[in-house]
């Protein structure tokens, strides 16, 4: 992956360094803090008792974060740069041994070539305190996910274009007890495209997903992937669209041939701006797919989500989501299945241009076959925004 990045950077530096001494460019510095309080801050099952966690442990805490950020939209000649850098401390009020500081490092580099070609170049580095909900152990433990893609696109044709993409994702945790989910993967994908004057297209998708679990040590640790998908964007009116992507998916380990997956993997995306002030945003999805924090590398998952954003005035904003999702783990030792719900409503206040203000509260709850996985989490928080 360093390879790959280092090759980009390169190519970025030769080719458009001059042009962006003389580029029109938004560089935005930021601060926020906020308040969190968190009602289950393990995921723990109500079964457990609480009095039983180590005197140094609380079930509940608030959290107190303070981030400092950089957004940068920057165009070069035809070229866009976008860049946002950002800086995280939080501290824990009762589990102080959880304090840490989040790192986010986000670049896209929106190349063009001519009228015809043209791609996108992504490189993201997380650095965040790892899930709960799927850890077994109370610990602290930092969970790092780099990843870098990049894709070209070639319209050879008015009504035609054919693509390639490539991207690397790996995922590691700072606690020795979590390496054992460490996962490197790597995707290739080749797509063709018949284009509509009216912004719309359908094509067809081949890509190949090889993964490896370096840690796991006497299971499966390694597959390769191969999707058969047909996709579409079709802008139903101009309003509204719908990104939908379908088709065949198999899955086959390098180390036991009787695991694996064929069958079906589908997403639909539909956006609808109702009004000026009003937008709604509707996902499903079915599939295997593979989850950070979660042993059992074939996760089937059934689910949709429904978001709302309004703005009620140039000051103040609302949003809305609410997700469902039905999850069947099909390669462990002892298939199970999980039914994942969310809710969570935001309000935001705008008093000045560089000033936003907003209160957020969300619910989580997970019902599984497994014993003592149940849970049930409130929280609520309050933030304070300040673009410099």
Known sequence: MKKIQSIILLISLTLFLPGL????????????????????????????????????????????????????????????????????DNRFEKNKNLNNTGQNLSAIWNWLIGSHVNGRIDIKHNVALSDFANTYNLQSSEKTVDAVSANGNWQFHPDWRVGYAIEEYKVSYGNQTQAFLERQDQTHSFNVDYLVNSGSRVGLKFSQLDSHVPNNYGFDNQYTQNSYLVTTLWNVSGKS???AEAGLVKRKYQDVTKNGYDGLNMNVTYDLQATEKLAFKLDASHGVSASDDVFGLDRKTTGASLGVNWSVSQKIFVNAGVNHQISDFLNTTQKYSETYDSVNLGLGYK?????????????????SDLILRDYKSDKISLSLAVKL
């Open 241 to 243: 669209n719908l990104n």
């Open 351 to 367: 008093p000045h241009r560089n000033l936003d203000i907003g209160l957020n509260y969300s619910q989580s709850r997970r019902d």
């Open 21 to 88: 001494v003389l580029a029109e460019n938004t560089v935005e510095p930021y601060a926020s803090i906020s308040a969190i309080q968190d009602s289950n801050l393990y995921r723990l099952d109500s079964k457990i008792n609480t009095a039983s966690l180590p005197s140094t442990l609380s079930k509940s805490d608030t959290i107190y974060q303070t981030a400092v950020g950089l957004n940068v939209d920057w165009m070069a000649s035809r070229q866009q740069f976008l860049v946002n850098a950002s800086l995280t």
